[in-house]
């Protein structure tokens, strides 16, 4: 039986509550599919500068070297950005399909969501978050920079991470730019000569500011769009309000051995944590990202099924109840139901 090594680092506020669901959820799929996953629990974000004096410690990287992917709940920032460097998951996958059921959620129009399926790839290592920064002061006045400083190699490694992606779908590629501002960083020219070895797919520069404007007017438009670091943590934002809840979206940040680490998109959600309310899909929808990686396809896709079919029954998350007619669940109810649920679809559509 095949058995993969999974580092869990649940971190601060909400982290902690959807990675226990999501581990309870993949353990259950894993003995339905056959196939065993080896937990290790580690430290990261407050609870780790508490007891090492440090977000990201050694022990933890210790941890998470040699495993098979980490999951990953949430931390206000310490130790994620040092995290993402050190194991160089510099592409991160953040894919947005609003589901049926939920559509009278989402702040865009229903007629405008049919078909919605967009794929944000975003450099994860670099740009303004890892360039030169300080603060001074000149002559009198106190002043801060950060600075978005690419290799162009880096944006090349990306970019082809990209295309392929596009490749595989709808072969097309929308490109975050902002050159009339920001003209040394040439990402269409970069995009461009990479795609030479991708001809089948469309590249469609856009201005970052339009491409925001155009995601919320027609979101139809996209398929894959690929940002640097900032643009795409923006950007990828607006697809929860797409989907109809942060809550739901899922990521994957992969390096070049194809190594993983698995988070929400959303973070510490301070406002509910420790009430047990927390919508634990998007930390889901990484566990979906990393089966995949893991070729455990068949679970993923029952994954994903068993989700929308219990949307589709009505249960829903705090963040997600709007009618009476909705069956609230707090975290532990839904993952509940839909352990149950994966159990009842095993018998009718996945049988091997
Ligand atoms: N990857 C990460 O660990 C990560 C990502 C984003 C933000 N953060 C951190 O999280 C903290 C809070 O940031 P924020 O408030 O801007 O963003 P947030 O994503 O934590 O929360 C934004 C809103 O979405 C809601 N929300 C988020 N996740 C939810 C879930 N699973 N279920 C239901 N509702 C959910 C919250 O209740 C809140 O109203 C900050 O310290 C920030 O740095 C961490
Ligand atoms: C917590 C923060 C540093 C992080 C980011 O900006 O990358 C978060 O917003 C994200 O989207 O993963
Ligand atoms: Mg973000």
Redesign the pocket.
């Known amino acids: 039986m095949q058995e993969y090594r999974l580092v869990a680092l649940p971190g601060e506020g909400v982290g902690p509550e959807v990675v226990e669901a999501a581990l309870a959820v993949l353990a259950h799929l894993a003995t339905l599919h056959g196939f065993s996953v080896r937990v290790t629990h580690g430290l990261v974000g407050e609870p780790a500068v508490q007891q090492f004096g440090t977000g990201f410690p050694e022990a933890t990287a210790r941890l998470c070297e040699g495993a098979d992917g980490i999951l990953f709940g949430a931390?206000s920032?310490a130790g994620?950005?040092e995290l993402r460097k050190q194991f160089d998951l510099f592409a991160n996958l953040r894919p947005v399909r609003p589901v049926k059921s939920l559509r009278h959620r989402s702040s865009i129009k229903p007629e405008k969501l049919d078909g919605v399926d967009i794929l944000f790839v975003r450099e994860l290592v670099s740009g303004i978050?890892f360039g030169p920064s300080g603060r001074g002061v000149d002559e009198t006045a106190p002043y801060g920079f950060h600075t978005m400083q690419y290799a162009d190699s880096e944006i090349r490694r990306i970019a082809r991470v990209a295309l392929q992606q596009a490749q595989q779908r709808r072969k097309k590629l929308a490109i975050a730019h902002k050159e009339n501002a920001l003209p040394c960083l040439p990402w269409t020219r970069l995009v461009q000569e990479e795609a030479a070895a991708f001809p089948d797919v469309a590249l469609v520069p856009m201005l970052v500011d339009n491409l925001a404007m155009q995601l919320v007017m027609n979101p139809q438009q996209f398929d894959v769009i690929l940002a640097g670091n900032l643009f795409g943590?923006i950007l990828?934002d607006i697809g929860g309000a797409i989907a109809g809840s942060i809550g739901l979206l899922g990521s994957a940040s992969l390096n070049a051995d194809g190594f993983g680490l698995y988070e929400a998109?959303h973070?510490t959600a301070p406002d509910i944590a420790g009430k047990g309310i927390a919508n634990p899909m998007g930390t889901l929808a990484s566990v979906e990202l990393m089966l995949r990686q893991w070729d455990e396809g068949t679970a993923a896709a029952h994954l994903a099924i068993a989700q929308e079919q219990l949307l589709e029954a009505g249960y829903r998350t705090a963040d997600l109840v709007d009618s009476p007619e909705d069956r609230f669940v707090n975290t532990k109810a839904f993952t509940e139901q839909l352990i149950q649920q994966l159990t009842n679809s095993k018998a009718n559509q996945f049988k091997s």
Do not use: A, E, H, T
């Open positions: 931390v920032k994620l950005l978050y943590d990828s998109i973070g």
